[in-house]
C-alpha cells in the first residue's frame, strides 16, 4: 500500500520524455527516468484502499478494468517504497512475464481503474513497474533459470508475439519441450515488428527471447505453418499445439481510388520500416537506401493516417522521423472530452482526449495537432500513372444516424480535397487468418475468431488450444499474455491430468 499519507504528500510524477524536436532525429526510446527515491515517492502514493481496483483485471462497458494478468500492484509499490527492489521483481514476476514490455507499451488498464484516480491523478503504476524489471536486470537479478526435470512431452506454439511467448514460458516452466514456430524473420510477433523501435526497443525484445531460449525454448523462424509445414503434420509431431497467431487481417477502406500506388495498410509500413532499421543497424538515415524491397519512405511526403489508436500513432510517430512533408490524422470518433463524462464512470477505462507521443511530435513540428475529428473518406484519387494525389474526406455528424445505416450521417457541403502522397490504413484488425484453421477444421465464432471458451482454450480439435488475439480478436499486450498463459495452464493440465501452473 505504500506509505499511509503518501497521496497526500506526493503529487503524480513521471520522468520527463525528450523534447520532441530533438527525438525525433533518432529511433530510440525517448522516456526519461526518475531516481529511486522519487520512485519510491511515487510508490508511497499508492493508498490503503481497501478493494485495489487497479487489478481485478474485469471487463466493463466492452473495455478492460484493471489490469487483465492481476499484478500485484500494491505489493510491490510497497516494496518500492520501502527499496526492497528484489522482493518488488519476485511480487512481478509472479502474474507476468515480461514486464519490460507490459512497461513500456500497455496502455495502463491499472491507472484507469486506480482509486486514488477518483479524485487524484492515479498512482504511477506503469511507470514503476517499468522501473522494477529495468532495475532487476541492470542488478544481474533476471537470469535464465531452465527447468529441472523435463515430462517427455512436446507442445508446438504458433506465433511468437505476446500470447505465443508466454505460453511457451510456462510450458516450458512445466518441464514440457516447447518449439516456437513464426514466419517472419525474428521472433517477437508485435512486439518485434508491430510496436516502433521508439516505443519498444529490439534489444529488449531480443534479450527475453535469448532468456526463454537459454531456458530450453526452441525457436524456429521463416517457416509458416500450413505452407512451409503442413498443420496436420505438426499435429502428428507434437503431443499437444497452442495457436497464437495473432488477428493479422486488417480492415480495409474499400473505397474508389483503394488501388492507388501510395495507399498501405498501418501494418506493411510498420513492418517494412522496423525491418530496415534492423537491416540497416539502427542508421538513422536508413530510409535513404533501405535494404528492405518493400520499405515505405515517407520523406518529402504528405502523409495522411486514417484511424486512431495505437497503430495510428505509431505511424505518426514513424513518419516524423522519416521526414515527411505534412501529416493528418483521420478520425471518424468524434473528439473525446477532456474529463470522464457522466456514462464514463470510475473504474471504467477513461475514454478522454489524450495527446500521445506521435500527436506531440507533429504539433512541435507542424504547429497543431494532426487530428482531425468527425471525418470520413469518400475516395482517394490519383493520377494517369496510378498514383496516389490526394483524397476527398467529408464531416460526419453521430447526432443524427442513418436509419437502417450507419450511426452518424454526412454533414451535406462538407466534402473538401486533401493533398496527399501516401495514406495509411490503421483502422484495426478483423481477424486471424485461416490457413491453419482450414487444414485443421478448427470451428471459428461469430466474429471469425478461432472458437475457445476463455479461460479453457480448447478448441474442437483435441490437443489444440488457441489463446490471444487469434481468439479474443484484437486486444492489448496484457490480455495476450493472460491468454498466453491460461491456455499453458490449460495445455499442461491435457498433458499430465493435472497442473500447478497459475
Same mark, same amino acid.
Given at each position: 500500500?505504500?506509505?499511509?499519507?503518501?497521496?497526500?504528500?506526493?503529487?503524480?510524477?513521471?520522468?520527463?520524455?525528450?523534447?520532441?524536436?530533438?527525438?525525433?532525429?533518432?529511433?530510440?526510446?525517448?522516456?526519461?527516468?526518475?531516481?529511486?527515491?522519487?520512485?519510491?515517492?511515487?510508490?508511497?502514493?499508492?493508498?490503503?484502499?481497501?478493494?485495489?481496483?487497479?487489478?481485478?483485471?474485469?471487463?466493463?462497458?466492452?473495455?478492460?478494468? %484493471?489490469?487483465?494478468?492481476?499484478?500485484?500492484?500494491?505489493?510491490?509499490?510497497?516494496?518500492?517504497?520501502?527499496?526492497?527492489?528484489?522482493?518488488?521483481?519476485?511480487?512481478?514476476?509472479?502474474?507476468?512475464?515480461?514486464?519490460?514490455?507490459?512497461?513500456?507499451?500497455?496502455?495502463?488498464?491499472?491507472?484507469?481503474?486506480?482509486?486514488?484516480?477518483?479524485?487524484?491523478?492515479?498512482?504511477?503504476?506503469?511507470?514503476?513497474?517499468?522501473?522494477?524489471?529495468?532495475?532487476?536486470?541492470?542488478?544481474?537479478?533476471?537470469?535464465?533459470?531452465?527447468?529441472?526435470?523435463?515430462?517427455?512431452?512436446?507442445?508446438?506454439?504458433?506465433?511468437?508475439?505476446?500470447?505465443?511467448?508466454?505460453?511457451?514460458?510456462?510450458?516450458?516452466?512445466?518441464?514440457?519441450?516447447?518449439?516456437?514456430?513464426?514466419?517472419?524473420?525474428?521472433? %517477437?510477433?508485435?512486439?518485434?515488428?508491430?510496436?516502433?523501435?521508439?516505443?519498444?526497443?529490439?534489444?529488449?525484445?531480443?534479450?527475453?527471447?535469448?532468456?526463454?531460449?537459454?531456458?530450453?525454448?526452441?525457436?524456429?523462424?521463416?517457416?509458416?505453418?500450413?505452407?512451409?509445414?503442413?498443420?496436420?503434420?505438426?499435429?502428428?509431431?507434437?503431443?499437444?499445439?497452442?495457436?497464437?497467431?495473432?488477428?493479422?487481417?486488417?480492415?480495409?477502406?474499400?473505397?474508389?481510388?483503394?488501388?492507388?500506388?501510395?495507399?498501405?495498410?498501418?501494418?506493411?509500413?510498420?513492418?517494412?520500416?522496423?525491418?530496415?532499421?534492423?537491416?540497416?543497424?539502427?542508421?538513422?538515415?536508413?530510409?535513404?537506401?533501405?535494404?528492405?524491397?518493400?520499405?515505405?519512405?515517407?520523406?518529402?511526403?504528405?502523409?495522411?493516417?486514417?484511424?486512431?489508436?495505437?497503430?495510428?500513432?505509431?505511424?505518426?510517430?514513424?513518419?516524423?522521423?522519416?521526414?515527411?512533408?505534412?501529416?493528418?490524422?483521420?478520425?471518424?470518433?468524434?473528439?473525446?472530452?477532456?474529463?470522464?463524462?457522466?456514462?464514463?464512470?470510475?473504474?471504467?477505462?477513461?475514454?478522454?482526449?489524450?495527446?500521445?507521443?506521435?500527436?506531440?511530435?507533429?504539433?512541435?513540428?507542424?504547429?497543431?495537432?494532426?487530428?482531425?475529428?468527425?471525418?470520413?473518406?469518400?475516395?482517394?484519387?490519383?493520377?494517369?500513372?496510378?498514383?496516389?494525389?490526394?483524397?476527398?474526406?467529408?464531416?460526419?455528424?453521430?447526432?443524427?444516424?442513418?436509419?437502417?445505416?450507419?450511426?452518424?450521417?454526412?454533414?451535406?457541403?462538407?466534402?473538401?480535397?486533401?493533398?496527399?502522397?501516401?495514406?495509411?490504413?490503421?483502422?484495426?484488425?478483423?481477424?486471424?487468418?485461416?490457413?491453419?484453421?482450414?487444414?485443421?477444421?478448427?470451428?471459428?465464432?461469430?466474429?471469425?475468431?478461432?472458437?475457445?471458451?476463455?479461460?479453457?482454450?480448447?478448441?474442437?480439435?483435441?490437443?489444440?488450444?488457441?489463446?490471444?488475439?487469434?481468439?479474443?480478436?484484437?486486444?492489448?499486450?496484457?490480455?495476450?499474455?493472460?491468454?498466453?498463459?491460461?491456455?499453458?495452464?490449460?495445455?499442461?493440465?491435457?498433458?499430465?491430468?493435472?497442473?500447478?501452473?497459475?
Amino acid at each position: 500500500m505504500g506509505k499511509p499519507t503518501g497521496f497526500m504528500e506526493f503529487p503524480r510524477e513521471l520522468g520527463a520524455d525528450r523534447k520532441p524536436e530533438l527525438r525525433i532525429l533518432d529511433w530510440n526510446e525517448f522516456h526519461e527516468h526518475l531516481t529511486e527515491e522519487e520512485l519510491a515517492n511515487q510508490g508511497a502514493r499508492c493508498m490503503d484502499c481497501g478493494i485495489p481496483f487497479c487489478h481485478t483485471g474485469t471487463t466493463l462497458a466492452g473495455m478492460a478494468s %484493471g489490469c487483465p494478468i492481476n499484478n500485484l500492484i500494491p505489493e510491490w509499490n510497497d516494496h518500492v517504497y520501502h527499496g526492497r527492489w528484489q522482493d518488488a521483481i519476485e511480487s512481478l514476476h509472479k502474474t507476468n512475464n515480461f514486464p519490460e514490455f507490459t512497461g513500456r507499451v500497455c496502455p495502463a488498464p491499472c491507472e484507469g481503474s486506480c482509486v486514488l484516480g477518483i479524485h487524484e491523478p492515479a498512482v504511477t503504476i506503469k511507470n514503476i513497474e517499468n522501473s522494477i524489471i529495468d532495475h532487476a536486470f541492470d542488478q544481474g537479478w533476471v537470469v535464465a533459470n531452465p527447468p529441472k526435470v523435463r515430462t517427455g512431452k512436446k507442445v508446438a506454439v504458433i506465433g511468437s508475439g505476446p500470447a505465443g511467448l508466454s505460453a511457451a514460458a510456462q510450458l516450458n516452466s512445466a518441464g514440457h519441450s516447447v518449439t516456437v514456430y513464426e514466419r517472419a524473420d525474428r521472433i %517477437g510477433g508485435l512486439l518485434m515488428y508491430g510496436i516502433p523501435n521508439m516505443k519498444l526497443e529490439k534489444w529488449i525484445v531480443q534479450r527475453r527471447v535469448d532468456l526463454l531460449a537459454d531456458e530450453g525454448v526452441e525457436f524456429v523462424t521463416n517457416t509458416s505453418i500450413g505452407v512451409d509445414i503442413k498443420a496436420d503434420q505438426l499435429m502428428k509431431d507434437f503431443d499437444a499445439v497452442v495457436i497464437c497467431t495473432g488477428a493479422t487481417k486488417p480492415r480495409d477502406l474499400p473505397i474508389p481510388g483503394r488501388d492507388l500506388k501510395g495507399v498501405h495498410f498501418a501494418m506493411e509500413y510498420l513492418t517494412a520500416n522496423t525491418q530496415s532499421l534492423l537491416e540497416s543497424g539502427l542508421e538513422n538515415t536508413h530510409y535513404q537506401n533501405s535494404p528492405v524491397e518493400n520499405f515505405i519512405n515517407a520523406e518529402g511526403k504528405k502523409v495522411v493516417v486514417i484511424g486512431g489508436g495505437d497503430t495510428g500513432t505509431d505511424c505518426l510517430g514513424t513518419a516524423m522521423r522519416q521526414k515527411c512533408e505534412s501529416l493528418i490524422n483521420l478520425e471518424i470518433v468524434p473528439q473525446p472530452p477532456a474529463e470522464r463524462a457522466a456514462n464514463n464512470p470510475w473504474p471504467q477505462w477513461p475514454k478522454i482526449f489524450r495527446v500521445d507521443y506521435g500527436h506531440e511530435e507533429a504539433a512541435a513540428v507542424f504547429g497543431k495537432d494532426p487530428r482531425l475529428f468527425q471525418m470520413s473518406t469518400v475516395e482517394f484519387t490519383g493520377d494517369e500513372q496510378g498514383n496516389l494525389t490526394g483524397l476527398t474526406i467529408c464531416e460526419v455528424d453521430w447526432s443524427k444516424p442513418v436509419e437502417n445505416g450507419p450511426p452518424f450521417s454526412v454533414v451535406p457541403g462538407s466534402e473538401k480535397v486533401l493533398e496527399c502522397d501516401l495514406v495509411f490504413l490503421a483502422l484495426g484488425f478483423l481477424g486471424p487468418e485461416h490457413l491453419i484453421s482450414e487444414q485443421l477444421n478448427l470451428e471459428t465464432d461469430a466474429r471469425s475468431n478461432f472458437k475457445a471458451e476463455h479461460e479453457q482454450y480448447t478448441t474442437n480439435i483435441e490437443g489444440v488450444f488457441a489463446a490471444g488475439d487469434c481468439r479474443r480478436g484484437q486486444s492489448l499486450i496484457v490480455w495476450a499474455i493472460n491468454e498466453g498463459r491460461g491456455a499453458a495452464r490449460e495445455c499442461d493440465r491435457y498433458l499430465m491430468g493435472a497442473t500447478e501452473l497459475p
